[in-house]
C-alpha cells in the first residue's frame, strides 16, 4: 500500500513536494486501515526508523576486517518489505557549475564584481580594500 504510492516516497516523483497529494495519499491509507492520518505518518516514520537502523547493522557488520560468518542478516519482520527504500536517500549525479576551466583558479573579485584568475589578481592589486581582500582569501 506504502509502496504503491511512490509519492510518499521517492524523492524522483514529480508529486513528492505536492503536499496536497502527499496529504491524499496519506488519507487513503489512514481510511484503508481505519485510523488517523496522524497515526499512519507516525507508523511510517517508525517503520522507516527501524528499517534505517537495520541497514545500518548490516552495513557496519560487513565493514572490512570482519568475517563472512560474522556479517548481520536482519531478522526484522519488515526488513524485505521495504528494501524498496533502500536507495530513496541516495544522491543524484551532480553537474559541474564552474564558470572557467583553466589551470589557474579563479575567484571573486569585488571591485570588478566578477571572477578572475588568481595569476590576473597578482598582477593587479590597485586598492587598499582589494589588497586585504586578496590578503585574506589567497
Not at 1 to 7: N, T
Not at 15 to 21: L, Q
Not at 43 to 69: C, M, P, V, Y
Request: proline share 3%.
Amino acid at each position: 500500500m506504502y509502496r504503491d504510492r511512490s509519492l510518499l516516497w521517492d524523492p524522483i516523483n514529480s508529486k513528492y513536494k505536492n503536499k496536497n497529494k502527499r496529504h491524499d495519499g496519506l488519507m487513503e491509507i489512514a481510511i484503508s486501515f481505519g485510523m488517523e492520518k496522524f497515526d499512519v505518518e507516525k507508523n511510517i516514520k517508525n517503520l522507516q526508523s527501524q528499517f534505517a537502523r537495520e541497514k545500518k547493522k548490516e552495513k557496519e557488520s560487513r565493514k572490512t576486517g570482519s568475517g563472512a560468518d560474522e556479517a548481520y542478516t536482519s531478522k526484522w519482520f519488515g526488513y524485505d518489505s521495504m528494501l524498496f527504500l533502500a536507495d530513496k536517500n541516495t544522491p543524484k549525479n551532480t553537474h559541474d557549475t564552474e564558470l572557467c576551466r583553466s589551470t589557474s583558479p579563479h575567484i571573486w573579485w569585488p571591485s570588478l564584481k566578477s571572477t578572475v584568475s588568481i595569476d590576473t589578481i597578482r598582477h593587479s592589486v590597485d586598492t587598499t580594500l582589494d589588497f586585504y581582500f586578496l590578503f585574506i582569501f589567497i
